[in-house]
């Protein structure tokens, strides 16, 4: 599973190739993305871009439950990599009724059907992987039609020089994937995935990756948010063992501050901690670095423990008999 990962250049640069390829021009009130798991965190991606830096707000669902005050005014992507999960498939059947502008990614399924038989537009995503794998591929697909739609989160440029800053660090993900899973393996027990805001979905992709392919449980903690509550349940926790991998953004000297602040609280608690710090230049790039670092870690962790990363036998469970 690991090449997976790696082909996320290749990935990328099929992202740029559809760049522009689908154009849904009009006038919205905003975007709203519908997905679950590898395919859900993707909305969660595009939305923390456009907090940082976008012209219109992006609302997610992970859920069959739609918002009632949606509209023919807004814009709906509908993101399923399989394109068969019923949640999802559910989200876009009551969309539908409400006549937004929907816009099908997947690889495959009922949903490519279902774009083909009504006409909308479909982005097609590479075929065959793991649903969570193919997060690049889905990623750009949705920035690719926002920025040939008028409402940029990111220009083609900027996809392009994210590629580039991910080719360039490929070799230092790799290396520092090996000593993250060795570091979790070594401290066995709860590992935390510990950050600063705009991060907050870095680390929930994290978590993810480490449920579905390492298959561990692992927490999510983010500052500033964490001083307002978990800061507090450190104060007498279980005597559970932890790790705490501590994620920053270099350049962000408040983020830098809080996260610091929350190293001596987990040192006070003789928590292990890994630190990693996110490269590149841009917040896409930072989120695109530290995602392949955390996916390769969990397959890594995963072949340390003996398990098969590519299988999700309780997600195979649920979904055959999903309510
Ligand atoms: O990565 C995975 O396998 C899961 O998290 C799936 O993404 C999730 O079950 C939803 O499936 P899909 O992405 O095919 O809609």
Known sequence: MEDLYLGWIEQLRKGLEQWGS??????????????????????????????????????VSKSHLVPNFLSRDDLVFIVSYSGNTLETRIAYEKIAEKKSRIVIVSSNGLLESIATENNLPFIPIVKGIAPRTALPH???????????????????DEAVDAYENLKNNMKEAVDKAYELSSFIDEHKGLPILATHTPFEALVVRGKNEFNENSKIPVKVEVAPEWMHNDIVGWEKPFENKYSAIIIRDPSDDVGSKLVDFMKKIYINNNIPIYELELHGKTFLEKLLYGSLVLGLASVKLARIRGVDPLVTENITLYKKDAP
């Open 22 to 59: 689908v154009k849904v021009p009009g006038k919205y009130r905003l975007v709203f993305i519908a997905g679950m798991g590898g395919s859900g965190i993707v909305g969660d991606y595009v939305a923390a871009l456009s907090n940082v830096k976008g012209s219109i707000p992006v609302l």
């Open 138 to 156: 889905m990623l750009y697909a949705i920035l690719g039609v926002l920025d040939s739609s008028g409402y940029s989160i990111v220009s083609r």
